[in-house]
């Protein structure tokens, strides 16, 4: 058996700290847009924020744990911490989704009327800019590093601008019709989504946790690199018959990758070894988050 491992680098850590920061700006921004506007539904949104602020430090925590180098206890890492962090997000997203639920109702029952929305507006539109921003970056590191921390972070701080944006509609549509019972109606709307973006979390994180499958078109390119570095490896009047027992699984920003070869029985091991090196490099320079690992098998004890 030959193994192969390679951990790239990160900028998680670097992104969820500078998403803490964020938030608190965004959080102190929205609350004084409620002191402008007097807005319950706007100081819902700030309330929201706080929930950010926390998201954002349990997700920078979790980061620096999941990417710890493998060590004795745990000799393949801590890449599967990710997906725990993942589901606490989640949480927190539904929690919000929960928290907005409740002023809407309230707002069913007592509509009130805003005043300074110019200002307010301003201020939430400011901060609905930053956050789409920051996801958007967040989300396509957290695709290249293929980290559940950072993809799940960045929907939670999409779930953000969804939510101002839904109560900036709201209050404007109330406002300039007098019919304030449409802002708690948006809010309603909102929420539902808010709760689907936080079961998609959940529910990702869960099947990855059960080792689920690296997705079929990677698997399809790496067995179509296998068969090509297996035809063009100058293995002389050695055959190579079959590879067989092929298994993938992701975990958090990595994945596995392990088969079994069968060759000549009379194959020399260096021969048998510069084939699998071979064949490791040509993998993990197209897909360097995976690990490989390849168990040679002579053609004489094949079952």
């Known amino acids: 058996m030959h193994e192969h491992s390679f951990i790239p680098d990160s900028k998680a850590k670097t992104l969820t700290l500078l998403s803490v920061l964020v938030s608190i700006l965004i959080f102190i921004a929205k609350l004084l847009a409620y002191f402008i506007t007097k807005s319950v539904a706007i100081y819902s949104d700030a309330m929201e924020s706080i929930v950010n602020i926390i998201s954002a430090t349990i997700a920078f925590l979790g980061t620096k744990i999941a990417l710890r180098p493998p060590d004795k206890m745990y000799p393949y890492g801590y890449t599967k911490f990710e997906y725990f962090v993942s589901m606490v997000e989640a949480f927190f997203i539904i929690g919000a989704a929960m928290a907005i639920l409740w002023k809407a109702y309230q707002h069913l029952l007592n509509p009130e009327i805003l005043k300074n929305l110019d200002v307010g507006f ?56 007098g019919f304030l019972i449409l802002d708690p109606i948006i809010a309603l709307i909102v929420s539902i989504n808010v709760l689907y973006l936080g079961y998609k979390i959940i529910k990702a994180s869960i099947i990855s946790l059960l080792d689920v499958s690296l997705p079929q078109d990677k698997i399809d390119s790496i067995q179509e690199i296998i068969k090509n570095t297996i035809k063009t490896f100058p293995h002389q009047n050695y055959d190579i018959y079959d590879v067989h027992d092929f298994k993938t699984r992701r975990s958090g920003r990595k994945g596995f990758v392990e088969f079994h070869l069968t060759v000549s029985g009379n194959m020399p091991v260096r021969e048998a070894h510069n084939l699998c090196d071979e064949l490791e490099k040509k993998i993990t320079d197209k897909f360097p988050e995976l690990s490989v690992t390849i168990h040679i098998e002579p053609e004489e004890e094949k079952k």
């Open 122 to 177: 301003s201020l939430i539109f400011i901060t609905m800019i930053s956050n789409t921003a920051l996801s958007y970056y967040v989300y396509k590191r957290g695709k290249k590093e293929n980290s559940p921390i950072l993809i799940s972070h960045a929907s939670h701080l999409f779930t953000d601008v969804i939510t101002s944006a839904g109560i900036i509609i709201g209050v404007y549509i109330a406002h300039i019709t």
